[in-house]
């Protein structure tokens, strides 16, 4: 089990497939407005204008969910590049503990299961000190880990819910 879940290259490759479709929306609304402003040459009326304003109004929308899949693309790639961070500090956390005849199990730094040796006080008192100081490292890692994987899933709820206000423009014309 790893202390620090996640997949950073499964991220990334998330990151890459978002900021292609933002660029593939931002080649069909570039295509579409001066289509748009074809129909009018030629086709006058309410409906003229009423179609060419909808077609607007889409391609504003258009533009805003490209600009919400670019900023998930970007918090995407960074949180997986922070993540692949975080995961090569825990495991090298990990071979420190093992190092100092400690192990990691359920987010503590503890001693392993059985007797480890004849009983020594200063080999006892060292290992509680290292198993302190790896503790406290594994625990700034894992606060560090929440914190950012909040922050990208207050990103991803922030961008659905414009997206569905975008959503919601368009459905009501």
């Given at each position: 089990?790893?202390l620090?879940?996640?997949?950073?290259?499964?991220?990334?490759?998330?990151?890459?497939?978002?900021?292609?479709?933002?660029?593939?929306?931002?080649?069909?609304?570039a295509?579409?407005?001066p289509?748009?402003?074809?129909?009018?040459?030629g086709?006058?009326?309410?409906?003229?204008?009423?179609?060419?304003?909808?077609?607007?109004?889409?391609?504003?929308?258009?533009?805003?969910?490209?600009?919400?899949?670019?900023?998930?693309?970007?918090?995407?790639q960074?949180?997986?590049?922070?993540?692949?961070?975080?995961?090569?500090?825990?495991?090298?956390?990990?071979?420190?503990?093992?190092?100092?005849?400690?192990?990691?199990?359920?987010?503590?730094?503890?001693?392993?299961?059985?007797?480890?040796?004849?009983?020594?006080a200063?080999?006892?008192?060292?290992?509680?000190?290292?198993?302190?100081?790896?503790?406290?490292e594994?625990?700034?890692?894992?606060?560090?880990?929440?914190?950012r994987?909040d922050?990208?899933?207050?990103?991803?709820?922030?961008?659905?819910?414009?997206?569905?206000?975008?959503?919601?423009?368009?459905?009501?014309?």
């Amino acid at each position: 089990m790893t202390l620090v879940p996640g997949d950073p290259a499964s991220l990334s490759a998330c990151a890459v497939t978002v900021a292609a479709v933002a660029r593939r929306l931002r080649e069909g609304a570039a295509a579409a407005g001066p289509a748009l402003a074809d129909l009018g040459e030629g086709w006058g009326g309410r409906s003229s204008v009423a179609l060419r304003r909808r077609g607007d109004s889409l391609v504003g929308a258009i533009a805003t969910t490209a600009d919400r899949l670019d900023d998930l693309g970007r918090v995407l790639q960074d949180h997986a590049t922070d993540l692949a961070g975080l995961l090569a500090r825990a495991r090298a956390l990990e071979e420190r503990a093992m190092a100092a005849g400690l192990e990691v199990r359920d987010g503590r730094v503890l001693p392993p299961w059985g007797v480890l040796a004849e009983a020594d006080a200063g080999t006892d008192r060292s290992r509680r000190e290292a198993a302190a100081a790896l503790q406290a490292e594994l625990d700034l890692v894992l606060s560090q880990h929440r914190r950012r994987r909040d922050f990208v899933l207050r990103t991803l709820r922030a961008s659905g819910e414009t997206l569905a206000e975008v959503s919601h423009a368009l459905r009501r014309g």
